[in-house]
């Protein structure tokens, strides 16, 4: 029960490596909230925590939106003060950069960035207050390219956000040092979550000879699960000497 007795906040708790994530924490005893957009997700996974016996609070909620964001921190403070935050939710959309249209940029900035953005801002104050706070960023290998986005083409807004979020961490971890709040991302490669596990495992299926599968040296996709202890690590007491620093959780490249 590493994290008995802290609240923690993770956004996109419904689906892959967030749920994964909410459910880890959840185990070693932190009281989550589950920020998502998605409220049949948020059912889901509401309702697992409570079958096990974990308390948790499910907030509907778009953390793109700074209104939403406000209203997120103030149900989270129902739980008494959050000492952690998983800013999870990433993603964008991927094209060529002809093909790529101002909108598909705008929105993979507004998902990766402005949401990490909107809830640390949210949530800083409150582990300031009290000298203590984990914050750990989603990142990607996707950041510097890896071998298997040689073959697939067209991630530069994606890998664009996601090297934003290495300077997010590494400026983040400078300014909040002095307020005891440590500021971390954990790079995934390839995983085999709901939505990209499928799109994933069917590039080896096809025979491609930059798969993600046969690419790794690990020659597999990781779990979300494996994500969610490197997000568990970061986020507990252990981490105390470790700030500004990515983890990869890629399978070795
Ligand atoms: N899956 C992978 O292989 C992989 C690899 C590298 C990095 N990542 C990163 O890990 C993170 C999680 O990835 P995933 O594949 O588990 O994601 P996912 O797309 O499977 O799930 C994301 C969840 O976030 C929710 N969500 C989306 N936008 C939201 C918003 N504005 N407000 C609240 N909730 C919102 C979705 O409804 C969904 O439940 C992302 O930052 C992603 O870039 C994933």
Redesign the pocket.
């Known amino acids: 029960m590493r994290l008995a007795g802290r609240v923690a906040v993770v956004?996109?708790?419904?689906?892959?490596?967030?749920?994964?994530t909410a459910l880890r924490l959840a185990e070693e005893g932190a009281q989550v909230v589950l920020?998502?957009?998605?409220e049949a997700?948020l059912a889901d996974v509401d309702a697992l925590l409570h079958d096990a016996g974990r308390p948790c609070l499910a907030v509907a909620?778009?953390?793109?939106?700074e209104r939403?964001v406000a209203n997120l921190a103030e149900a989270a403070a129902s739980l008494g003060p959050v000492s952690i935050l998983v800013n999870?939710?990433?993603?964008g959309r991927s094209g060529r950069i002809t093909d790529l249209t101002v909108a598909d940029w705008d929105h993979t900035m507004t998902?990766?960035l402005r949401?990490m953005f909107l809830c640390t801002r949210a949530f800083v104050p409150g582990m300031r207050e009290r000298g203590y706070g984990r914050i750990v960023c989603?990142?990607?290998?996707?950041r510097n390219g890896t071998v298997w986005n040689a073959f697939h083409v067209g991630a530069s807004a994606?890998s664009t956000a996601?090297a934003g979020v290495t300077g997010f961490i590494r400026a983040l971890a400078i300014e909040l040092a002095d307020d005891g709040i440590t500021v971390n991302a954990v790079?995934?490669?390839?995983?085999?979550?709901?939505?990209?596990?499928p799109y994933?495992r069917k590039m080896h299926e096809d025979g491609l000879e930059y798969s993600p599968i046969r690419m790794t040296p690990l020659h597999r996709?990781?779990t979300?699960r494996e994500?969610a202890d490197a997000v568990l690590f970061l986020s507990s007491d252990e981490a105390s000497y470790i700030t500004g620093t990515t983890l990869d959780v890629t399978g070795g490249r």
């Open positions: 956004t996109g708790a419904g689906l892959g490596i967030g749920k994964a920020a998502e957009r998605d997700r909620c778009d953390v793109t939106d939403s999870n939710v990433g993603g998902l990766s949401s989603l990142s990607s290998g996707a994606y996601k790079a995934p490669g390839p995983i085999d979550t709901e939505l990209a596990g994933l996709l990781g979300a994500v």
